[in-house]
């Protein structure tokens, strides 16, 4: 799969909404990929760029869908489930246990010597960066940025190659300024900045190339929580169980994917920085950084190229939506293999601005809830969120209505609300005053769970639809919807899981 057939499938999806009108790549383009955010609408392709010839196009909210506070066959997880080949009604735990299973199962890459990447090579001297539709996203960027890609380069010591997702801007024709810091770890030490130090120290530029489009895959992969020195790309051949295609870029030694849309070869600075920013990053907008300058040497793009991006005009966004995926499917595999604690599904909602991790689990005995926190809270990613929500087996993964419903039904304010003293979060460092002063701040679980001694007998039944009608009754109801002109499609939530016995 590459970033065309992507959109294929996103289109038969009814996941993706192809505009042929021009639209201008100055805000407007940005401005309607968010208000697609906001509103749980499709992916958009723009395929006539002002100012740019026939065929160059701009693609966005490509891995966003609506979010779960309504009733809604689609979820935010659904077009990163598209682009790993799975339905786009995949519950979300169906989705999480095939992240982890996929996880294990990394593919080594293959090496070709020429790919659709290299329909049309410009070194440097051959033109400029504005010749690609590099949009300005929204009002106040430091400049006109590219969030959409990975970003590729090599340790000089060790000689792995580092894959990354990172944002960058336009700084003028001829070079651009590369935000360090990973989109997924914003409050922890980079890699790529640690590499940057390694040149640095020796006084040489450091290689890099910036990829775009291709396998979406590739990009899933590399805004994953991994240890320096993992192959991203075999980490994205397993999650597509099929290897990625590499080929070396034109001037340098790096291995790019061969069915990139755009690739942006450079050097970048041991000693030149530049201000990156401002740019709007999750719940605050940026400061000017000081940035490492990259100067361009190449770029190699396919005929009619497609530029994806993120607009980041909202808060339920392409970034927000993958990093909760990925936030997720690591604590997940925390609490389930490197704890054994019987969880069912955890996820960070992007609804939450990622600062509330809610899991789902089986409580075998009293304290577990507790115990449970406090290991998620020792856990790097915890820089995220400041509250952690426990909820019974039986709630449904990533259901709102009743994670708000156990919320307020069975968590007694005065026993069941627990505060903690910790590690300031990201969203607690923009939220509270004085927390660059003072780094301990509050942090707090709730326990939504039935007592654990309860029998089943004892256990309330919830009312829904599943449980006010019988079976025949459900099926004829939702057989019987388009006939009877009703609007929207009926929802059926699939039945609670039967604790097994102890």
Known sequence: MDLREFLRRLEEAGQLQAIDEEVDWNLQAGAICTMSNRTGGPAIHFKKVKGYPDGYSLA???????????????????????????????????????LLERCVEPIPPIRVSVGPCKENILREGDGDIYSLPIPYLHAGDGGRYGNAGVVLTRDPEAGWQYCGWHRWMVADGQSLVIALQPLLTPFLPGTLSAIHQKYKAANQPMPVAIVLGGDPAYLLAAAMFLRPGTEVTAVAGGLRREPIALVKAETNDLLVPADAEIVIEGAVSPTVSVPEGPFPQYIHRTSPTPGP?????????????????????????????????????????????????PVRWLNCPVEAMMALCAVSMRIIQAGWP???????????????????????????GVDWLDMVRDLTEKANPEKNWHWLQGTSSFVQAYSNSDAKLNPIATKMYINATFPSWWEQSQLPKRIAFETSFPPAIQERTVARWKELGLPGEPVVRKPAPTPSPL
């Open 293 to 341: 300058l990259c100067h361009i040497t190449a770029v190699t793009h396919r005929s009619s190229p497609i530029f994806p991006f993120i607009a980041e005009g909202d808060k339920f966004s392409d970034s927000l939506s993958i990093i909760s995926t990925f936030v997720s499917l690591e604590l997940t595999r925390f609490a389930k293999r490197d704890l054994g604690v």
């Open 370 to 396: 507790a115990r449970l926190t406090r290991f998620l809270f020792a856990h790097p990613l915890a820089g995220w969120f400041d509250k952690v929500l426990i909820l019974d087996e039986t709630v449904e």
């Open 60 to 98: 966005g909210s490509l891995f966003a869908g609506p979010s779960n506070v309504k009733f809604l066959p689609e979820r935010p997880w659904s077009r990163q489930a598209l682009a790993l080949d799975l339905a786009a009604d995949t519950d979300y735990e169906t989705f999480i246990a095939t």
